[in-house]
């Protein structure tokens, strides 16, 4: 089974909306990670938040982290197409050597 | 910045025959993970190494096998290829800390079994 499971699997909005993708998991961690994935390409780290932390900003990015729900949320501001592609969450544990264990993903659709 | 290379970027091999990926991290980082992203799913946690031995294992069949060598770059050797095997690799790296640091993936390695 997965560790992270996310929702909406897939979203799709326009141009200056805002994105809002969630992610749940099972066990206990030490970071949650943030990636973007365009059709086929390498995964682009977006952002970092460690067990300790419950809200990050980088740009347009807004993390948040909820610990006793084991959620986290991924806010895009002000989107835009080239924010089109999949985001994954991905947790690691700890004592899990850094493995990180990813979600389902959200395909996100931005349109013009 | 330079960061994590993979090669080759596309390989096409027939059922049987043998695949090797290969991984240059980022420059100071000790620790290489492997992925595998199937058609449509998340990457899957193959293998790990943090100083050249081997630190954590997934979902690798016994068909595979990995290490990292004395410069820290890192190969993935694939025997008895299977359709099932074609995928994108990733190989991401890290520097290794307790509270975990980030992972920076390669662009993949797109492996197409025939």
């Known amino acids: 089974s997965q560790q992270g499971e996310e929702d909406p699997q897939a979203l799709s909005i326009q141009e200056g909306e805002n994105a809002t993708m969630n992610c749940s998991y099972k066990?206990?961690?030490?970071?949650l990670q943030w990636y973007r994935q365009n059709s086929g390409r390498g995964l682009v780290h977006l952002i970092l938040i460690r067990s300790n932390e419950r809200e990050k900003h980088s740009g347009r990015l807004r993390v948040t982290l909820d610990t006793s729900k084991k959620s986290s949320s991924l806010l895009i501001t002000a989107s835009r197409a080239a924010d089109t592609a999949s985001y994954f969450c991905a947790t690691d544990a700890p004592g899990g050597g850094n493995k990180l264990t990813f979600g389902t993903g959200t395909q996100l659709k931005v349109e013009l | 910045a330079a960061g994590v290379i993979q090669s080759p970027r596309h390989l096409i091999k027939e059922k049987r025959e043998t695949a090797t990926l290969k991984c240059y991290p980022i420059p100071r980082h000790d620790t290489v993970y492997w992925y595998q992203q199937g058609p449509g799913q998340d990457p899957q946690f193959l293998i790990s190494f943090y100083e050249k031995m081997q630190s954590d294992k997934g979902s690798i069949p016994d068909r595979f096998s990995a290490q990292q060598f004395s410069d820290y770059h890192s190969e993935l050797n694939m025997s008895s290829l299977e359709l099932g095997d074609s995928a994108l690799y990733f190989c991401?790296?890290?520097?290794?800390?307790?509270?975990?640091?980030?992972?920076?993936f390669g662009q993949g390695t797109r492996l197409t079994v025939v």
């Open positions: 066990t206990s961690i030490n970071n």
């Open positions: 991401a790296s890290s520097l290794y800390a307790r509270q975990a640091t980030e992972a920076f």
